[in-house]
């Protein structure tokens, strides 16, 4: 009976334990939980979403603050057009990131960055080439872009001097979206190192409609895999979105797939960035507690918990501090939305807006309890304390489990 460790992912002469640890915003998925990964043999990924925030948290910078007294004269007009980002404080944020992750890194693996190119922050194009490059600049092992495929995004960074040697990844749901991808692409002679099929279990944004529950990741998955053994393309496929167990990922890994990505699992490790209620909620939950709805102003469908305090929540938009989601124009769903409910209750109070939610100060205060499709198992995975709560895990112990057991057996901590 074979397990995770039987297999290893492959980049040119280098092997790697086949098992990535997704991004995960906002700062979620935390630059100790990443570097774990790394220390272990795998792949980790930190985010870049919201970047000068995580900044503020980590090195006491005021990138926050300082945009926020900027704008502050905007604050009360529904109109959030004027908003942009500073390049320059961008870059500075996201290399500060990166590289006081790559300066901690230790062991045989890969620190990689998620990029979600949803995050269209009123200039789109500009602000993901600066995220990019800074990142690059910073010393990342690889970038993974998601949310959204910007069919020009590698070329953003075809100038860069690391271009060629970085590892760059792109995930998708489809066999379409890849080909459209490696279409527009096939200009630059630059293929992706790796291909990540994200499947319709998975948390955080799906690439599916509300009908996600008819495709399966396995199905998707051999499609890819076959597309890409016609083109005759070596590019190694990474199965993601509800592999649970060691076993789920061999079962991948033995029909072809390099490698799996996972994530729910490490929501309730300690070096996960979810407050320690929050990681509560996600052990406490059932499976009729979570849902795939649409209030993500982005427009794809979210996985969350029901009882997730983003929904129905009717705050004003705070785009003078984030505004991550204006997109090219300045408008974002959720500020629709709002000033909708505004005109309805001119009186301004009690404002529930119901169909969005403001993504970004919510993901940014973890009041948006995205999660799996398998979250509800993770009680499974730990022991119940004295007084009643769960046991958090490392993530040593979560991601040895995957690469060791067998029998879809899942290690209880000691
Ligand atoms: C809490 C949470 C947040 C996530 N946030 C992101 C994100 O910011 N960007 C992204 O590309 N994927 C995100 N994902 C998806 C994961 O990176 C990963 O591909 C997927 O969840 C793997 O499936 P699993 O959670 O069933 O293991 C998120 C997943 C979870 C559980």
């Known amino acids: ?24 915003g906002v700062d979620i998925s935390t630059a100790e939980l990443a570097l774990e990964a790394a220390r272990l043999g795998g792949i980790g990924h930190i985010s870049d979403a919201m970047v000068p925030d995580v900044s503020d948290r980590r090195f006491d910078t005021s990138f926050v603050k300082d945009k926020t007294r900027f704008y502050k004269h905007n604050i009360d007009n529904s109109d959030k057009s004027i908003i942009k980002f500073d390049l320059g404080v961008l870059a500075e944020a996201t290399q500060r990131h990166v590289a006081a992750t790559m300066e901690a890194k230790k062991g ?8 979600m190119e949803k995050l269209t922050m009123n200039a789109p194009r500009d602000t993901l080439q600066v995220r990019m490059a800074s990142a690059l600049d910073a010393g990342i092992d690889g970038i993974t872009l998601s949310a959204g495929l910007h069919l020009g995004s590698f070329a953003l960074i075809a100038d860069h001097p690391r271009f060629r040697d970085v590892k760059l990844g792109i995930i998708v749901s489809s066999v379409r979206a890849l080909q459209i991808f490696l279409r527009k692409n096939a200009r630059l002679e630059r293929f992706p190192d790796y291909v990540i099929v994200e499947g319709p279990l998975a948390g955080g944004h799906l690439g599916f409609g509300l009908d996600w529950a008819q495709y399966d990741l396995a199905t998707i998955t051999a499609e890819i895999i076959a597309y890409l053994q016609v083109e005759k393309l070596n590019i190694p496929v990474i199965a993601a979105g509800g592999v649970f167990t060691g076993s789920d990922a061999v079962s991948f890994l033995e029909t072809g797939s390099a490698a799996v990505q996972v994530a729910t699992r490490f929501t309730v490790a300690n070096e996960c960035g979810l407050p320690a209620k929050v990681k509560q909620d996600y052990f406490l939950a059932n499976e009729d507690d979570i849902e795939v709805n649409t209030i993500s102003p982005t427009g794809y469908p979210m996985r969350m918990l029901k009882s997730t305090p983003a929904i129905g929540s009717g705050i004003r938009p705070n785009c003078e501090s984030y505004g991550y989601l204006l997109d090219g124009s300045g408008g974002c769903a959720y500020i629709t939305a709002y000033n909708r409910e505004v005109v309805l209750h001119p009186d301004g109070k009690n404002i529930s807006v119901k169909d969005k939610t403001c993504l970004c100060t919510h993901m940014r205060n973890f009041n948006c309890w995205t999660c799996g499709h398998y979250t509800y198992r993770l009680k499974d995975t730990t022991r119940q304390l004295a007084d009643g709560t769960y046991q958090t895990l490392s993530a040593e112990h979560i991601f040895k489990d995957y690469q060791f057991s067998v029998d879809h057996q899942i290690a209880l901590p000691n």
């Open 1 to 24: 009976m074979k397990r995770v460790d039987d297999f290893r992912l492959k980049f040119g002469k280098k092997e790697f334990v086949p098992i990535m640890v997704g991004g995960m």
């Open 108 to 115: 045989d693996g890969l620190v990689f960055v998620n990029c």
